[in-house]
Structure formats: C-alpha cells, structure tokens
C-alpha cells in the first residue's frame, strides 16, 4: 500500500514539474537568441591616447661652458655664488675648482663645445641665451633683476649663473645640458693638488704660502718661518715640503708641471697680476706668458704633463738638514 501510494504521489509530481520546465526551456532560448527584448547593444566609444606632456628643458641654468677648458661648471649655490675666488685653496668640497675666467668656486661637469658665434673671452649665458663677457663686478642680488647691474654701464646684464654683471652680445645655444647619467671627469683629477708642484731637483712636492703672501718671494730660509719654512731656490717660494716625487720625464730639469695647465712649465721671477683675469695676468711678459696659480708666477709652457703631486700628499718627514739652499 506504501508502495502503491509512492507512486501515484510521484506520478502527480512529475506531471506539474514537466510543463515548467518546458516553459523555463522556452524562455531561456528567446533570451539566448536576443529575442526577449528586441535591442541592439550600443557600439563602444572611441578612446584616444592622453596627450603627451611637455617635454622637461634640458638646458642647465646653472652651469656655463668655459671656452678656453671646454669643460661645463657649476659654481656654488647661494649665499657663496658671489664670493669671489683666486686660487683653488678658496674652494673646497666639490667646488674645488676655481675657474679664473669667473673667478668662481665650480663644480666641473661634462665636456662642451662653446658655441662658435662666441668669440674666447666669451661664454653663453644660458639665462640670456646670448654670448656673454663676465666682469669681476657682484650683480645685486637684493634688487629685481633688471636692476641687479644698475650701477655698471658697460656690463649692464645679470648673469644669474655665475652672479656676475656681463656684457652680452650675440645669442647662443647654451651647450651645458640636464644629463641624469653620471658626469665625464673633471678637467683637472680631484687627485691633483693643485696648489703644488714637484720641484724636479730635489724630487719634493711642495706647497707655497697661500694668498696674499704667495707672491713674495724669498732669498733664503730665514724669510721664511712656521709650516712654509723651506724658500725654494727653483720659485723663490716659501714652501711646505709635502711628499716625495718623481718629475714627469716630458719635463726638462729646468721645468715643473704645472698643475692649473697640465704643461711643463719654465718659471720666472715675474709675479703673476692677480687683480686682472687671468687671461691679462701676465701680459707684460712676452716670453713668459701664462699665470702659473700654484706660484704665483708667470711662466713659459711647452709639453703636455701629468702632475704628480696629489691631494692625499701628508706631510713628510723631510728634516730640514737634508735640504741645501
């Protein structure tokens, strides 16, 4: 009786489950088929690529190009841009290179080309964009910038990467460029001391007193006293003995290498003028041309030389007895 009541119950439930499940059969095909609502999906819109984003300069208004080194320089930020230099002993850190064209503490960067419609006195000023003679005269830093050079009437234009009043000309492409990889060595290696030679007699680097006693010569060692004791008979220098060593074979016995030039180089008994650019320096010798900083002296340059006094020279153990004035 269970059985036969199961199955009569099971057969009354098929017969109200099958025609929903073929209505649910229907349905589910018209949808599939797109038939359930009659519409067409919209097309997508077009999409464009943003707009590219200006291009960053790649000019550095903070360096220059100095013509006679070829080499881009950036000399110190503010409040130290307008403090002037003479000799590398000013500069320190990595503005160790005092440029005598600007007579500004700088830090070199890459190598450049000055732009040819610039003459050799001349560099391009990049914030003008013009050739650009520099003077040894402050612009005023405290005032608008078309003010800045109001007092000088032949350098009437603030150049704001060196600090100085310039007198501009032609316009120029600045050469000096924004360059995320590393930078090219400096003209001159952070090795070399610059403020030393190698005196080729007695095969000692030696550092003469620094400004303004650098140009006063000595004839014995009795002018000479405390750490710059020895008076070099070579330069007439008072001197302090550093490490030994060995001249550069290019040199003769009568030459030094000259640091600030990389040449060998004959010294005289002429001070260098250092109240004028260094290009004037030594103007009133024709024989001995160049302004040699390390001394102080003008000399006369020939050969291509490695200086081989470093900044890592300490102070030697060099008696005074040894050495024969």
Not at 116 to 134: I, L, R
Not at 186 to 201: M, S
Not at 278 to 302: E, H, I, R, Y
Request: proline share 13%; glycine share 6%; net charge negative.
């Amino acid at each position: 009786m269970f059985a036969a009541y199961s199955a009569t119950t099971l057969m009354r439930a098929m017969r109200r489950i099958v025609p929903v499940a073929l209505t649910l059969g229907v349905f589910v095909t018209l949808e599939g088929c797109g038939g359930g609502s009659g519409t067409t999906p919209a097309p997508a819109s077009p999409t464009f690529p943003p707009p590219s984003p200006p291009s960053p300069p790649t000019t550095d208004p903070q360096q220059y190009c100095n013509p006679r080194i070829g080499q881009c320089l950036h000399p110190r930020p503010l409040p130290l841009l307008t403090v002037s230099c003479v000799a590398n002993g000013n500069c320190i850190g990595e503005y160790w290179y005092c440029d005598p064209f600007t007579q500004r503490c700088t830090k070199p960067f890459a190598e450049c080309t000055a732009p040819s419609t610039c003459d050799e006195t001349e560099f391009c000023a990049a914030s003008a964009g013009k050739c650009a003679t520099p003077s040894t005269i402050n612009c005023n830093l405290d005032v608008p910038m078309v003010k800045a050079c109001n007092g000088s009437t032949d350098f009437p234009v603030c150049d704001l990467s060196t600090g100085l009043c310039v007198q501009t000309s032609k316009g120029c492409e600045p050469p000096c460029k924004l360059a995320p990889s590393p930078s090219p060595p400096p003209p001159y290696p952070p090795t070399t001391d610059l403020e030393q030679y190698c005196n080729p007699r007695i095969g000692q680097c030696l550092r003469p007193r620094p400004w303004p006693l650098l140009t006063v010569s000595c004839v014995a060692n009795e002018n000479c006293n405390g750490a710059y004791w020895y008076c070099d008979p070579f330069t007439q220098r008072c001197t302090k003995p550093l490490t030994e060593c060995t001249a550069p074979t290019a040199c003769s016995e009568t030459e030094f290498c000259a640091a600030q030039a990389g040449k060998c180089a004959t010294p005289s008994t002429i001070n260098c003028n250092l109240d004028v650019l260094m290009a004037k320096a030594c103007n009133g010798s024709a024989d001995f041309p160049v302004c040699d900083l390390s001394t102080g002296l003008c000399v006369k340059t020939s050969k291509d030389c490695g200086p081989p006094c470093g900044l890592s020279s300490s102070s030697t153990s060099w008696d005074r007895a040894e050495v024969a004035v």
